[in-house]
């Protein structure tokens, strides 16, 4: 398995929790690395990505300020911290590599998935 996302769960709004994704070092080392997530009967959307030098990142704007996606290289593992959680980041959330010099926020810019992880946030 090259990609492996785990750290889903069950949570209160206004809680958090932090996702994780490891990967194998063939598909981490210099990867432009992803989040999306895709909620029931919609469809898959992007959260937030991470390049490999400098961490820049990116978000989509409903996650803005809430989540934050980081690196640990040495470890080749992805997080993503989510805080005040709301009902509707209720979703399978998905770690990606992508293709570099691609649109960030586009799915077909990624070529590697990893299996989801199930976020359900209660009202």
């Known amino acids: 398995v090259q990609l492996q996302a785990f750290g889903g769960g069950l949570v209160q709004a206004g809680g958090s929790l932090r996702l994780s994704c490891a990967a194998t070092p063939a598909t981490f080392n210099t990867a432009h690395m992803g989040w999306f997530r895709q909620a029931p009967g919609k469809e898959r959307e992007f959260v937030a990505s991470?390049?490999?030098?400098?961490?820049?990142?990116n978000y989509a704007d409903s996650v803005k300020g809430r989540f934050t996606v980081s690196r640990n290289n040495a470890k080749n593992t992805l997080y993503l911290q989510m805080n005040t959680l709301k009902p509707e980041d209720t979703a399978v959330y998905f770690c990606?590599?992508?293709?570099?010099?691609?649109?960030?926020?586009?799915?077909?810019?990624?070529?590697?998935w990893g299996q989801g992880t199930q976020v359900t946030v209660s009202s």
């Open positions: 990606a590599r992508m293709r570099p010099g691609l649109d960030v926020a586009r799915m077909d810019s990624y070529h590697v």
């Open positions: 991470i390049v490999w030098r400098d961490a820049k990142a």
